[in-house]
């Protein structure tokens, strides 16, 4: 199968994959009861906290398929890959634990920006990836930093 036709799928599933969180984003603004408004933001902490997991995955996934990485590469690679889901369920803990909802998703916010930025230091140890991921990654990770900024209104 051809790149280009890869990175359309890709695009495709990635820009389905914002659905949930800007329509759990736009149900952060509905008038909806205490439990409601709580469901809507534990359901976008539990989908972003699943996101960013998938995100570590991808390094885990790229370090395994090249054996070419020293030791030290590959304890970078796949020592970053479990690092996005712990914050992820550290968000999820933070929210279930009842912090101010607003701090939680400027949390959420602060680790999809680190966990784009990491994919770019860490790039550079997979050069035969595909050279459409980090401007995907750019464009996704933007529309999600969107998404849980426009939640993030709702609850100041």
Sequence with gaps: MSRIVSQRIAGLLGNLG???????AVASWLPLGDAAARTVLLALVGY?????????AVHWGLALLSPQLDKASLWNA???GVTPSLLGWMALLLAVGGLA????LLFLIGDFIVCRLMDSALMRLFPDSS?????????LTAGVVLALGIALIAHL
């Design 101 to 104: 909802p607003w701090l939680v």
């Design 131 to 139: 050279p459409g991921y980090l401007a995907l990654r750019t464009r």
């Design 78 to 80: 796949l020592g970053w």
């Design 18 to 24: 914002l659905l949930p969180f800007f329509g759990l």
């Design 48 to 56: 972003a906290a699943v996101i960013l997991s998938f995100l570590g």
